[in-house]
């Protein structure tokens, strides 16, 4: 048998190499191979260093509290713990401090705290109720800072006494489209308001939105802005909105704004028709007003005789003495 040709000794190699590549890819590379991959999949799935606070406790995940609650009389002391977790690789400095009305009356066992690698620790707080702390709800926040990122934790704080529920809707105001309004906590207590609008016009009620809980909490003291869209607000009306918010605790409060709303487009149109009317009478009544005093035209008026004729009177020639023609008797 003769030896084969270059050329096709060349096509017997790919031919190997096409049916090889299956092959390969499955059997399982050695554990010297595989080590890279392993190490880069293990770097990519631990992310970078992260850490967290929350209120100490038993429970993680949904079970774990979402915020500091205590309870408490003017002038006592309230204790809790503060969580933080590192699930880094690397030892983890984090700074506390209270914000907030509430957070202002928080002091911690450690200020900094110093967490090692894969560990958990959790950090004393007191809270001191002020003797002249007025009784109802207080809120404040802990705020943990590792100098790069901050987490808070909502702080709640409830002042026995007797409380007070009031609030009151304020500076209601219509633009175009948009209802502008202020929510004031004026009581002690914590506040979570329902909000019902109104709008009638000329011709009845243009807008009846039913009461509704608004996404927020108002703390005692707090003041919030908000606005309510009225998209299909009228073109061509005068209209009066009223808006009643409520609040647990037999809070309520109504107010209410007035807007005429005139299409820019025909307003300018009748602005001028009416400016050429009191044009109109003004000169009118000016005529009328020289023609009773008897004034005289003003250069170029025409005279009230024109087109009726007229007789030219010429002044009289003197005549001289007659002298007769003739001799002297």
Known sequence: MSPPTPRLRRALLVL?????TPLCALTPLPAAAQAPAETAAQAAADGP???TARPAGPGAGRDARPYVYLEGTPGTALQDRLAVTNSGRAPLTVRLRGDGRAGAWIGFAADTVTVPARTRAEVPLALTVPPDAVPGDASGEVVA??????????????????TLAALTVEDVEISGGTIRYALVNRGNAMLEPRLAVRAD????TL???????????????????RTEPWPDAPALDAVTVRLRV??????????????TYVPVGPAVGAGLLVLGGLALLGSAAYRRRRA??????????????????TTETRPLVKAGPLVKAGAES
């Open 16 to 20: 190997t190499a096409v049916l090889a």
């Open 49 to 51: 260093v992260g850490w």
């Open 145 to 162: 800072d590792d100098g790069d990122d901050e987490i808070r934790v909502p702080v709640r704080v409830r002042i026995g006494g007797p």
């Open 201 to 204: 016009g000329m011709f009845g």
């Open 207 to 225: 807008l009846d939105r039913p009461e509704r809980p608004l996404p927020l909490e108002l703390a005692p003291g707090r003041r919030v802005e």
């Open 246 to 259: 409520t609040a647990p605790g037999g809070a309520r409060d109504e107010a209410e704004a007035s807007a």
């Open 292 to 309: 009773r005093r008897g004034d005289p035209d003003p250069p170029g008026a025409e005279s009230a005789d024109d087109g009726q004729p």
